[in-house]
């Protein structure tokens, strides 16, 4: 089982930046995808940003596109959310997760909820106008 641990969130104004962490430990970490998901008040879990365990290949949201880069360090155990030209539509809770399975080729990368097996506890951002 993998410990996953969320860091960076904050309160910004409109158009400034914000760069999350997400510490992993428990197992090894490179073997696995991972990505970043984000629950706005009163609404449901949505995708943001996934990279493949190799970090070769990465997939965003639309929403996120251009804006947002998830990159990770497998030196470190850690992933990363670089967030820019914040919107207030970006306040949320953002997740950290592992993919559920460690035999997806090196380039895939999930986008499913289903498809994340290990969650972290959540960080606030919040993006004031």
């Known amino acids: 089982q993998v410990q996953l641990v969320e860091s960076g969130g904050g309160l910004v104004q409109a158009g400034g930046s914000l760069r999350l962490s997400c510490a992993a430990s428990g197992r090894t970490f490179s073997s696995y995808a991972m990505g970043w998901f984000r629950q706005a008040p009163g609404k449901g879990r949505v995708f943001v940003a996934a990279?493949?365990?190799?970090?070769?290949?990465?997939y965003h949201a639309d929403s996120v596109k251009g804006r947002f880069t998830i990159s990770r360090d497998n030196a470190k155990n850690t992933i990363y959310l670089q967030m820019n030209s914040l919107k207030p539509e970006d306040t949320a809770v953002y997740y950290c997760?592992?993919?559920?399975?460690?035999?997806?080729?090196?380039?895939?990368?999930?986008?499913?909820?289903?498809?994340?097996?290990?969650w972290g506890q959540g960080t606030q951002v919040t993006v004031s106008s």
């Open positions: 997760a592992s993919a559920r399975w460690s035999g997806y080729s090196s380039d895939y990368v999930p986008s499913r909820e289903a498809e994340f097996g290990s």
């Open positions: 990279i493949s365990w190799s970090g070769g290949n990465t």
